[in-house]
């Protein structure tokens, strides 16, 4: 585990690189969140980011959290960014404050009966394939209006936007260009359904350490950054 000077230094290059992508496309640099990336790191990597003053950190298992939570101070949110099946659903609504990775009606259904017995909205993103990348999780783009649909008529359940993963290529120009399309696509999708729906579908959660610039070129509000924060697991 790096000491918490090393995570400052290492959040500095990371801030730097934010500034620089949103100057590169004349956004300000307040338009996107960093959003530590905590999974298989122990409990003192979301102390580190709670002290640095980063109000959210991103797991993506359920059970891991919710054994890290308790250690961390009570301010800090908490938000899945992995996939969550439905019979996990309840321990999910009662440990994290927002779940990025809905892409199912059906999950849908169990987070909002969850969070509605609980007597409170649960805030989501959902999860779009916009990769059309076979091995990663979220619904597909044609199915997008469905999915956003169903959640909407959810009444604890609160859609604040869209989220997505890029596939890997097998080179890095591959990489690089796969990841510009399904940015490109996630945009663009949330553009439509905001238009068609009235939904502001504010949030658009893409890009990572290697290719958090091309996220913020296409309209990435949220960048979810492990390794680079953190080193390697």
């Known amino acids: 585990m790096l000491t918490y000077e090393e995570f400052c230094l290492r959040a500095d290059e990371v801030e730097t690189r934010i500034a620089a992508a949103c100057q590169a496309v004349g956004r300000p640099t307040k338009t996107v969140r960093l959003l530590p990336v905590t999974k298989t790191h122990p409990a003192e990597a979301a102390i580190y980011a709670a002290r640095r003053g980063f109000g959210a950190v991103a797991e993506n298992r359920v059970q891991e959290a919710a054994a890290k939570r308790p250690a961390a101070p009570a301010a800090l949110q908490w938000e899945l960014i992995g996939h969550l099946q439905s019979n ?22 169990h987070l909002d009966r969850a969070a509605t017995e609980s007597g409170r909205q649960l805030a989501i993103l959902l999860q779009i394939n916009a990769g059309r990348d076979p091995a990663k999780f979220g619904v597909e783009l044609e199915d997008a209006p469905r999915l956003l649909d169903a959640a909407s008529a959810c009444p604890g359940l609160r859609v604040e936007g ?8 097998t080179t890095p120009t591959e990489t690089a260009e796969l990841a510009h399309r399904t940015f490109a696509n996630l945009r663009e999708l949330r553009d439509t359904l905001a238009s068609r729906s009235g939904h502001s579908l504010l949030e658009l959660s893409m890009g990572m350490s290697g290719d958090l610039e091309l996220a913020i070129a296409a309209g990435s509000t949220c960048v979810r950054v492990g390794t680079a924060l953190f080193g390697a697991r």
């Open 88 to 109: 996990k659903s309840r321990l999910a609504a009662e440990t994290f404050d927002r779940i990025q990775s809905v892409d199912s009606e059906k999950l849908a259904r």
């Open 162 to 169: 869209l989220m997505t993963i890029a596939p890997l290529g």
